[in-house]
């Protein structure tokens, strides 16, 4: 089926937008004025044009119906709440129907500039970055993700060319490299990460072989993540015919590519080609100083892991994979406000937790203490013991010197929220590290379109609030019309005709089981 769709931020329309039949809903207006007094005529709301701007509610590309402004929401609960429920009480909900301070309006992890690692390593170690790599003797390891988005490919190109474009280019620059390739069969953390980048430019499924001919973009058909893995094979497969070695990875490569790199630096010197800072982290993470250099080539930069790893503080360099997966990585939330650098430049403050979230055997209960402390560390108030009092501290230094409403995402997540922020770290740490946890037992959900994380299980707000916002639908509470639905919130005994229990916007009894379990 058709449906309007944001370039910008992906919004889907409901049925209620009507601005691509701007031309008949105007024809309809003019004959109903035939025949009407000027001074009687009354235009009705109802009979308008409707653009996608100004629906207060709308679906995403997942088909979840969200508020566009969570602050809409957050306000009203948060006026009707002071003066009835103590503040630290009343604090201690979210006050909208996701965290703001991690996710989106989209319903998105919140993203920023992950590269600001790569810079900021490289100011305290100026001296790692070299002119050229040794003209001889050097291993390349290639991120084939990376390789992948090169250069365009030509028009009407067959698979076939496409793939000799690939390997010529790696042939003339590199020798003969060794590849390592992304995978794309079955559901990984990184699905978001790679809805985002596609965006709704994705093309159909097309069967692929060498004389088949290219009948889309390039963006549409990598944006396809079955088409992107057969070309992969394929492309693969040519290297392999050339000589060039080819790895495969099950998901991510990132930590294959530095494994593989670290153990080539047993024999030679070894350069790796990647533009992707978790790949640079990683290495800088788990490269071993005694045996020949590594390095990392950018399109900007050839910089010596060997001698960042030497002059950086080991604190920091041992500290790396945490710091970097709780300030925001492709996985992770990178909390509002609150930037890579700012994070990085606490190393000494956060080293304390290091260890739990490096320990492959910590408890859910240890990762999300050390990592409520990691979070107030990271927001500046240390001396604070729950994390839900810094909200009520930040809230009270904001109101006080702010001319305007405090908006939700200025405010740190609540405990609820900080806990699934900490888990999906502490999985991406053990990820970096090698180890092979269950990712829906760390902070995410499996759903049919893939992995997505979980935003919190504690409801928006205080029950007797939540009372005030109710619907009275007599049908199933699955449309927006629904008062509760489009406001983000699950029904409740509250609520007209529903009560919270007959209706398609009902709790799910297997959340609360696995709240009890934990």
């Known amino acids: 089926s058709q449906a309007l769709v944001s370039l910008s931020t992906g919004l889907v329309a409901d049925d209620t937008v009507n601005a691509d039949d701007a031309k008949a809903v105007g024809y309809k207006i003019l004959c109903s004025m035939v025949g009407q007094s000027v001074a009687e005529y009354k235009f009705s ?3 308008q044009v409707k653009t996608l701007a100004s629906l207060l509610h709308v679906k995403t590309t997942t088909g979840e119906c969200i508020e566009l402004d969570p602050g809409h929401l957050y306000q009203r609960l948060l006026v009707m709440g002071i003066g009835e429920i103590p503040l630290p009480d009343l604090l201690r909900y979210e006050l909208c129907c996701l965290p703001a301070s991690l996710f989106d309006n989209r319903t998105l992890m919140r993203t920023g500039e992950k590269s600001d690692l790569i810079h900021y390593l490289l100011k305290l170690v100026p001296t790692c970055l070299v002119p050229a790599l040794p003209k001889t003797g050097v291993q390349f390891v290639i991120d084939g993700g990376g390789l992948l988005h090169k250069f365009a490919w030509p028009k009407h190109i067959t698979y076939g060319d496409i793939c000799k474009l690939y390997v010529q280019h790696v ?7 060794l590849v390592v390739f992304d ?3 079955g559901s990984s953390t990184k699905d978001e990460a790679h809805r985002r980048r596609a965006g709704t430019d994705v093309g159909p499924n097309v069967s692929i072989s060498r004389e088949i001919h290219l009948t889309m973009s390039k963006k549409a058909f990598l944006g396809n993540e079955a088409n992107k893995q057969s070309l992969i094979n394929l492309l693969g497969d040519e290297m392999s015919k050339e000589g060039i070695q080819v790895k495969h990875a099950d998901g991510d490569a990132d930590y294959m590519i530095c494994k593989t ?4 630096i047993n024999e030679k010197p070894t350069a790796v080609v990647a533009e992707d800072s978790d790949v640079f982290q ?8 005694e045996d020949y250099d590594l390095y990392m080539v950018t399109a900007k930069n050839n910089i010596c892991i060997t001698t960042l790893k030497k002059k950086l503080d080991p604190s920091l360099s041992e500290g790396l994979l945490f710091l970097h997966a709780i300030s925001g990585c492709d996985t992770t939330s990178i909390p509002y406000g609150i930037g890579k650098v700012t994070v990085l430049k606490k190393y000494n403050a956060l080293k304390s ?3 739990t979230f490096m320990n492959q055997a910590s408890s859910k209960e240890r990762i999300k203490e050390a990592g409520e402390k990691a979070i107030l560390e990271i927001y500046g108030c240390p001396s ?3 994390i839900d009092a810094a909200r009520v501290e930040k809230f009270q230094m904001k109101v006080a010197a702010s001319s305007g409403y405090v908006a939700p995402e200025k405010l740190p997540p609540t405990s609820d929220a900080a806990s699934f922020h900490s888990y999906r ?3 991406q740490v053990q990820t970096w590290r090698g180890n092979d946890l269950s990712p829906v037992e760390w902070g995410w959900s499996a759903t049919p379109n893939g992995l997505v994380p979980i935003k919190m299980v504690k409801s928006a707000a205080p029950e007797p609030l939540l009372r005030t916002i109710r619907c009275n639908c007599s049908g199933r509470c699955d449309k927006r019309t629904c008062t509760c639905r489009k406001n983000g919130l699950q029904c409740t005994p509250a609520c007209g005709q529903c009560k919270g229990l007959t209706c398609l916007n009902a709790p799910c009894e297997i959340a609360d089981d696995e709240e009890n379990e934990e």
Not at 171 to 177: C, E, K, Q, T
Not at 261 to 264: G, I, R, T
Not at 282 to 289: A, Q
């Open 425 to 427: 770290t502490y999985h």
């Open 353 to 355: 937790y290091v260890a």
């Open 384 to 386: 604070l013991q729950s």
């Open 171 to 177: 042939r003339s620059i590199y020798g003969r490299a």
């Open 261 to 264: 790199a670290c153990d080539l």
């Open 45 to 47: 709301q109802k009979h």
């Open 183 to 185: 995978g794309y069969e």
């Open 282 to 289: 990683l290495l800088t993470r788990h490269s071993s100083t």
